[in-house]
């Protein structure tokens, strides 16, 4: 497996100022990963649920802690389901393109 992309694993925090005004803090941690076009079936079942699938990154169990924003190239991706690879610690993230990522 070659893990040859960094990749920004992205946690939005939500908190609230003074005036009760949303304040969002995005925290990240950068991690290598093996970034890959989704297969065609993957694509078809994704689409049945108005998901606009693009990559799947592969990453370490051990480095992803549910970021819901995952930036590969400057492009905020959305993870709209993960899987964890058995008998490997390897977890896939299952990514699209989706509005309020960035």
């Keep these: 497996m070659d893990f040859n992309r960094r990749v920004k694993l992205i946690k939005q925090t939500i908190s609230y100022g003074n005036l009760r005004e949303e304040i969002i803090t995005e925290t ?3 991690v290598y990963a093996q ?3 989704i297969t065609q ?3 078809f079942s994704a689409g049945k649920n108005g998901i606009q699938a693009q990559y799947k ?3 370490y169990s051990f480095e992803y802690d549910n970021e819901p924003i995952v930036e590969i190239d400057g492009q905020r991706l959305s993870v709209y389901r993960t899987y964890n690879v058995p008998k490997q610690d390897l977890i896939e ?4 393109t989706k509005g309020g990522t960035e």
């Design 35 to 37: 970034v890959t076009s």
């Design 41 to 43: 079936t993957e694509w």
């Design 28 to 30: 990240f941690s950068e």
């Design 93 to 96: 993230l299952y990514l699209e």
């Design 57 to 59: 990154a592969t990453v």
